[in-house]
């Protein structure tokens, strides 16, 4: 089938926003919560689809309020090969500058920028007549605990310059995504951030009710729905997790679903529906097309 609303095992992008179903609870809350502070801390499992939902539900309701979302950064990239190390004061910095410039300029032309050097250079001063208030995105930000680990001295550095550029940019809002297993590392930086870093945001996994909508709705708004109670039982295959009982491996419907595994599983499916389909996807189908093993 053409037009296929699931995106495999990629993250969602803007684009996407249209067919993703099933977190809109902790977009309306994330969203709500960046709105109301300066700096906040969104974590959750590996996997869970922080990302995702960032592309397609956050950023734009964020603009959609009249922000102006900076490209998400990151600040465990590699530095380019035409950069000294000895050259770079701060590599998370760097690293974050480099995303948030998006490509455009060199990377020479970085060097000695610091965070707020660099965002007021590329922002609008608060009395122009088209100002939107900024806001800077740090996807994978367990990078800074995790990456160049020859330099993490940079790691306290980095939170300094986040200090000052919060300072200096009043209006400035910063938003950190993390795994939550990193969470803890953060402690000993907390104390250089606004309410040293108490405004959090929890994502758990996608529960089956979450689940069963991002199965469901994609196919419905492409018109081709799955038929009654199909959906459901792709749904529970796909919360099946293994145990072991008495000495016997055998499989139990668990709380959660792993999200890129939904979204390999019905991309598939799509993609080897028939052409000429007009029907209601069925059973039969699913477990030829979407296998889940």
Not at 29 to 37: C, F, K
Not at 198 to 214: Q, S, T, V, W
């Amino acid at each position: 089938m053409k037009n296929n609303p699931y995106v495999g095992p990629r993250p969602y992008e803007r684009e996407d926003r249209r067919n993703f179903y099933g977190r809109q609870r902790e977009a309306r809350d994330l969203t709500s919560l960046i709105l109301a502070e300066r700096v906040v801390l969104f974590y959750a499992p590996s996997g869970a689809g922080k990302t995702s939902l960032l592309n397609a539900q956050v950023i734009p309701a964020l603009e959609e309020n009249d922000f102006n979302v900076l490209p998400t950064t990151r600040v465990g990239s590699e530095l380019p090969p035409e950069i000294d190390p000895d050259d770079v004061e701060n590599v998370f910095v760097f690293s974050a500058l480099m995303g948030l410039g998006g490509g455009e300029a060199p990377a020479e032309a970085l060097l000695g920028h610091t965070l707020l050097s660099f965002l007021r250079q590329h922002c609008l001063e608060e009395d122009a007549p088209d100002y939107k208030p900024p806001i800077v995105i740090f996807d994978q930000f367990e990078e800074i605990l995790t990456t160049h680990r020859e330099r993490w001295q940079d790691a306290r550095g980095f939170f300094e310059q986040m200090r000052d550029a919060l300072r200096g940019m009043p209006t400035l809002g910063v938003v950190l995504a993390m795994r939550e297993d990193h969470v803890a590392g953060l402690d000993p930086y907390a104390p250089l951030l606004p309410r040293r870093l108490r405004a959090r945001f929890r994502m758990e996994r996608l529960d089956r009710k979450g689940a069963l909508e991002a199965v469901k709705r994609p196919a419905q708004e492409a018109g081709c729905p799955f038929d009654p109670g199909v959906a459901e039982r792709l749904v529970d295959d796909l919360c099946r997790i293994k145990v072991a009982v008495r000495g016997q491996q055998t499989s139990v419907l668990g709380p959660f679903v792993e999200p890129v595994q939904l979204q390999v599983v019905c991309h598939r499916l799509w993609e080897n529906l028939p052409e000429q389909e007009d029907n209601a996807i069925q059973w039969e189908e699913v477990e030829e097309f979407g296998n889940i093993d």
